[in-house]
């Protein structure tokens, strides 16, 4: 028992671990949705029901971004270890981390942006397109304006996603409450590091939905009653 | 002025071709509304649908005040568009936004500057009566709310035509109504010129001055409502016209009556004074078998069949068909005895 490590040293453990997930978590989602969003509403305007429909080059994006959908996050790691070092300099800790995050992001997150936007009732855009309105205009005024809730709901998702994936890194070597959950906890023996960090991680997870479902009904206006 | 000119228009639905339209032509005069009515699949959205250019043709000619819509591309379709304010079929309002929000969009389209938007859909909702309700959001208005919100969107950049499909389907007689009172101040006040889709012919009776029957993807009668009706046999004449018995076909005479006929009146002055005229005229005995009066938008229309008994009946007969009144008589049978 007196090697229970005692809670002002995993307090000191936690705390950077902690800052470290959620800086990867959110700088990572930021990039998949920044480079996430054109490319789903890309996939959408390319799709049969899309308005313009390209259907080659919509399987030629579809296949692309499915294939970098499903490879494990694991073997991602992996794979994009050296482009990472070229690019920040070295392959482990929470910056590098990011790198193969935002590669599993932007396909994640264009593949949910697709999805919200097809719901989009096809009425709708139709009136739009009688206006006269340009396709940009369309994307910015119709599409995504009407699918602002889903479209919330789905970087929520992502960042639930990589909370995951993130804490999948600290395996090996990718900072965070992953490292600290197996590095100092598993790997040392050390059960009350182990399980801090899996209750931070679930408080985490779940403190990012809660500003999602926020969010979301922050920028929902359908329900909202008259602004006088 | 709407012109189509051999619209033909068919579908490949999974493996087997469906002709939504088959050489349809069809002219709208300015400043007249014009209804197209047909059962469901006859072909009606598709022809909407092509006058708002969201499908194209395969073959004829759609023409909106004279120039040729088919075949234009990017910002010359863009600016044809402009011209054609269109309610779809269905829910159609976006629901991110206020009625007012939702009225201003073909004004964004058309790059208005903010200050003339603002007062251009205060006007707009005014016509539909809906100011009160400018900043309140689409799922927190009525159908038929909605719908006149539609209408006044699609009149937002003024165009010449307006297309309205189905606006009324799914409305209770009350609401059907205050859409229909839109669409026909947009005629009177605005002047334009309105094609309206509907499967009810009460929105035919309540505001077409034009009418176009689809069946099967093919123009089966189109004309003035007001001809249409006078005509014998016409689709439009014996669904919006009273019913005069039609248990007993109509006789050349009977024990009672010298001739029976058929009478459609059309107008306030044939309708109040014609009958009456002609009986005190020609001294014959006048009687009212069956029929009624019925109102085609502010006109009203009478069908009655009538026995006319006295010696100068035919000549009373006469004398209304020359007053315009249609008459069919019964053809004379071979020994002129009543079956
Ligand atoms: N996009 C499409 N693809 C395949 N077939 C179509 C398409 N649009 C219409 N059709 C077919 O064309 C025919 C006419 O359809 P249309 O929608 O014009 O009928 P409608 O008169 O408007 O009917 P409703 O009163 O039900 O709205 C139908 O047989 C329909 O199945
Ligand atoms: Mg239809």
Redesign the pocket.
């Given at each position: 028992m007196s090697e229970v490590t005692p809670w002002s040293e995993v307090l000191e453990l936690a705390r950077p671990a902690t800052v470290q997930t959620i800086y990867m978590v959110l700088v990572s989602t930021l990039i998949g949705v920044v480079g996430g969003l054109p490319l789903g509403v890309w996939l959408h305007m390319t799709s049969p029901v899309g308005l313009s429909p390209r259907p080659v080059l919509h399987r030629i994006i579809s296949a692309v971004v499915d294939v970098v959908r499903s490879i494990p996050f694991v073997v991602l790691l992996v794979v994009v270890a050296s482009f990472t070092r070229i690019l920040v300099g070295k392959a482990i800790g929470s910056t590098a981390t990011i790198v193969p995050l935002a590669i599993a992001a932007i396909p994640f997150f264009a593949r949910l942006a697709a999805n919200a936007l097809r719901e989009v009732n096809s009425t709708v855009v139709e009136a739009a397109v009688t206006t006269g309105a340009s396709k940009m205009r369309i994307v910015r005024t119709v599409l995504l304006s009407e699918a602002r809730a889903a479209l919330v709901g789905a970087v929520g998702v992502t960042m639930l996603a990589l909370i995951g994936y993130a804490a999948m890194a600290g395996a090996i070597g990718g900072g965070g409450l992953g490292s600290m959950a197996i590095q100092n906890g598993y790997y040392a023996y050390d059960d009350r590091v182990l399980y801090s960090a899996v209750v931070l991680l679930g408080v985490l997870a779940w403190g990012m939905q809660l500003l999602t479902d926020w969010v979301t009904k922050l920028v929902d206006r359908r329900r909202a009653l008259a602004n006088v | 002025m709407i012109t189509v000119e051999n619209l033909s228009k068919s579908?490949t639905?999974n493996g087997s071709r469906?002709t939504?339209l088959d050489n349809v032509s069809l002219d709208v005069p300015d400043g007249a509304v014009c209804g197209v009515v047909?059962t469901?699949?006859?072909?009606?959205?598709?022809l909407a649908r092509c006058i708002s250019l969201l499908e194209k043709p395969d073959s004829g000619s759609i023409r909106v005040d004279g120039t040729d819509l088919v075949g234009l591309d990017g910002s010359r379709l863009r600016a044809a568009r402009r011209r054609i304010g269109v309610v779809p079929?269905g829910d159609s309002l976006l629901r991110q936004r206020t009625a007012a929000g939702n009225v201003a969009l073909p004004l964004e389209s058309a790059k208005v500057p903010a200050a003339q938007r603002r007062s251009r859909v205060a006007e707009l909702l005014d016509l539909v009566g809906l100011s009160d309700k400018a900043s309140v959001y689409p799922d927190h208005l009525s159908g038929g709310q909605r719908q006149r919100v539609a209408v006044a969107r699609a009149l937002a950049a003024k165009p010449s035509v307006l297309l309205a499909d189905?606006p009324t389907s799914a409305l209770d007689p009350a609401t059907t109504d205050s859409v229909l009172t839109v669409l026909d101040r947009a005629r009177s006040e605005l002047g334009v010129t309105v094609l309206v889709?509907t499967?009810d012919m009460a929105v035919v009776r309540r505001i077409a001055d034009d009418v176009a029957v689809?069946e099967e993807g093919s123009v089966v009668e189109h004309g003035k409502v007001l001809d249409l009706v006078s005509e014998p046999g016409s689709r439009i004449s014996s669904t919006l016209l009273p019913e005069t018995d039609q248990a007993e076909p109509l006789r050349p005479n009977d024990r009672s009556h010298d001739v029976v006929a058929e009478v459609v009146l059309v107008g306030f002055a044939a309708v109040g004074a014609l009958l009456p005229e002609a009986s005190s005229r020609f001294g014959v005995e006048l009687s009212i078998l069956g029929g009624g009066l019925t109102r085609l938008g502010d006109t009203p229309v009478a069908k009655f069949r009538v026995g006319l008994s006295g010696e100068r009946s035919e000549s009373a007969l006469k004398w209304m068909i020359e007053r315009d009144a249609h008459v069919r008589r019964a053809p004379v049978s071979v020994d002129g005895v009543a079956a």
């Open positions: - | 579908f639905q469906v939504a047909g469901s699949g006859a072909g009606k959205s598709t079929q189905e889709v499967h689809l």
